[in-house]
Every structure is written in C-alpha cells, then in structure tokens.
Nanobody, 126 residues
Framework: QLQFVESGGGLVQPGGSLRLSCAAS????????IAWVRQAPGKEREGVSC????????TYADSVKGRFTISRDNAKKAVYLQMNSLKREDTAVYYC???????????????????WGQGTQVTVSS
C-alpha cells in the first residue's frame, strides 16, 4: 500500500528552520505529485505545498509562501520540505501524500493515492 514515512520534525524557536523528509515505504518513489499536508490541534488539514512528478512545478499555501520550499529527489526516493522563518502557527503534524496532480491551493479537490502515514510533529515555541 502506498504510504510514506515522514521525519525531521522537532521543537524549534520562532524564526528557526527545519527540514522535513518524506520517504516512500516501497522500493520507489511513486511517479505522482506529492504534497505536504499539516494538521494543527482542533483544525482541519491544510495543504502546505505540492510538487509535480517531475519536480518542475510547485505550489504553496499563501501562509507559507516565501518561507517554505518543497523539493524531490527521485533517485533517493525522497521529498523534502525546507521550512524557514518558522512561526508559532506552523505548529502541526506534517504528513506527505501522493496525489494525482497539484492544484492551487496545493490540495484543493485533490484525489489522494494510498494512505496517511504517522506524520512528524513540528512545534514552534520559545
């Protein structure tokens, strides 16, 4: 079953940086778009960013534009989310998911593939 293992989360002070990684559970990275999705306590899931299968196209939520960068390395079977200038409101569990295509906002109307993983907790606090 298509699933990912997310890592790289932790506790960071406001203004700090983290780099999240997402590895496919199978032998290869799926040839599909991949999105980072986050969920904060008491809030709905929010699409943070999405990258096309080739990596040539990316979209971002307005709340993270200019601060987060998504990338993928198909040879290493991984997708990354570089998060800079972190804010308290970025605190959430972050997941990655494969989907048919990216939209703008990133997961609007998304058709997801596979299932949710465990996610990685990001806490921004002083």
């Amino acid at each position: 079953q298509l699933q990912f293992v997310e890592s790289g989360g932790g506790l960071v002070q406001p203004g700090g940086s983290l780099r999240l990684s997402c590895a496919a559970s199978g032998s290869t990275l799926p040839s599909s778009a991949i999105a980072w999705v986050r969920q904060a306590p008491g809030k709905e899931r929010e699409g943070v960013s999405c990258i096309s299968s080739s990596g040539s196209s990316t979209t971002y939520a307005d709340s993270v534009k200019g601060r987060f960068t998504i990338s993928r390395d198909n040879a290493k079977k991984a997708v990354y989310l570089q998060m800079n200038s972190l804010k308290r409101e970025d605190t959430a569990v972050y997941y990655c998911r494969a989907l048919l295509r990216c939209n703008n906002p990133p997961i609007q109307g998304a058709i997801f593939l596979g299932s949710w993983g465990q996610g990685t907790q990001v806490t921004v606090s002083s």
